[in-house]
Each structure stands twice: as C-alpha cells, then as structure tokens.
C-alpha cells in the first residue's frame, strides 16, 4: 500500500524581531521584514492607546508595536481573507487575544469600514501601503505579492485620505512608502495634518534614499522636520548595528 501524500502547507513559521514574535506567513508572495521593522521602530504609542494597522497583512508592524507597548490595543485591518486568518493565528500565537483583533475589510468600503467601527476610534493608525498606483508598473504573476505592491484602484493620496479617517481628533498618522510618493502624499496631508515628520532611509552613505518614514498629527499647526537619514548597511555591505538593534526589537526610531 502506498504511503499517503501530505500536502506542503501553504504557509510557514519564523521568528521576528529576534525572536520576540513568531509569524506565520505564506511561503511565497509578499514577505514581512524590514519595512515592517522600520515601520513599527518609528511609532510611539502609549498604553491605552488604540492603534490600527491599516492594510495589515499577516500583523507583522501591528505586533511589533505591541511586543515593545503591550498595554496598546491594536486593530488589524486587512482585507484579503486568508491573509487576514494568518493575522488572527499570529495574535493568538504571539498570546495577544486580549489587546488584539483583526477585522476583514478593505479600506476603501467606507459602508464595511463604518460597520466594523473604525471611523474616528484611533490614536494611531500605522500603515505600509501598497507602494505602486494601478498602471504604473507590471504587477507580479503572484497574486499575494501584486496586492502587497500595487493599488488596485485609488491613488497614494487616497490611501492617506481613507487611513486618516480612522484617527481620532490629534491622532497620528505614521507610514513608511518610496520617496516618488512624497509629492502626492504631502499634498493630500498638508491642509488635515501638521508636525510632519520625515526620515529618509537609504541602503548606505551616498546612495539615494528608498524609503521614508512619515509621522503627522491630525490638526496640528507645527511646521514639518527632516530628520537625519538612516543608512541600513555599513562599508562590509552588512546591516549597521544600529539597524540589526531594530530588527531584534531591542531598538526604536527616536522621534525628537
């Protein structure tokens, strides 16, 4: 008699942050890593705070915020429905139930959006967009990794728009997204957000940067900074230690 086949599942577990989380996700498609780490080291939330991960994913960003703040309550949002089950797995598996819940709904369903009560309930929203706008790129063959990279409808203006409604009066607004994105962004911000704060992330001295870190608060007339730059790899094309420090969680973002 042969022996069964067992099916490779879909989907495996890793440490992150050092270890401080263990994630499941899929095995192929998009993966959780530095812009998440980056992304969660650059928020400042207190306890008793509620912060939403908009366009979550598996929770990477959302549970890293969480494992340095545990007295946070955090909101998943994600709308793909198996993403958003590896997201409930992770809270549980983490031992986040009791300050954690994921909700499945897409951003731009302002009738799903109201349903589940996200409007107005945030002191943080976090997010880390799909960084392309629909016909601006050849989106991936791989459905999971298209839907990470590329809006399927909407602008990066929009995404703004939609995630800002979800904050509280003076709330704040932090994202991590390409530098070809900060015109629009700025503009869509400027008149609803003030005390901008950015900071430039590129692979090492004398390159151009690849990511920015954005922070704003609803409301605010503060003018915005530019922070000093981040370099992710040192002269040995290693991460930096400061970097490596953020991605065992033992470090963040110092916002001044």
């Not at 107005?120 to 989106?139: H, K, L, Q, Y």
Request: proline fraction near 7%; charge should be neutral.
């Amino acid at each position: 008699m042969s022996e069964p086949t067992i099916e490779t599942p879909d989907w495996e577990d890793a440490d992150f942050l050092g270890g401080r989380l263990r994630l499941r996700q899929f095995r192929g498609g998009h993966r959780a890593g530095t812009d998440a780490v980056l992304l969660a080291a650059f928020v400042e939330a207190t306890p008793n705070e509620t912060l939403i991960d908009a366009g979550a994913g598996i929770g990477a960003a959302g549970l890293a915020v969480l494992s340095r703040a545990p007295g946070v309550k955090a909101i998943l949002v994600e709308r793909h429905p198996a993403t958003a089950a590896l997201a409930r797995y992770n809270v549980t598996a983490n031992g986040f139930d009791t300050n954690a819940s994921v909700v499945e709904a897409d951003i731009f369903d302002l009738a799903v959006c109201r349903s589940a009560a996200l409007t107005g309930v945030a002191d943080v929203v976090i997010s880390n967009p799909p960084f392309f706008e629909p016909g601006t790129v050849r989106p991936s063959n791989d459905s999971r990794r298209a839907e990470a990279h590329v809006l399927d409808r909407g602008t990066h203006a929009d995404w703004l728009l939609r995630i800002a409604s979800f904050l509280k009066p003076n709330g704040r607004l932090v994202m991590i997204h390409r530098p070809d994105a900060l015109p629009s962004l700025l503009s869509a911000a400027t008149s609803r957000f003030g005390g901008m704060r950015i900071l430039p992330v590129y692979p090492r001295e004398g390159q151009a940067a690849i990511r920015i870190l954005m922070s704003m608060r609803r409301g605010s007339k503060a003018p915005l900074s530019l922070l000093s730059p981040l370099p992710l790899h040192g002269e040995n094309g290693f991460f930096t230690p400061k970097v490596e420090s953020l991605h065992r969680g033992e470090l963040g973002l110092c916002i001044p």
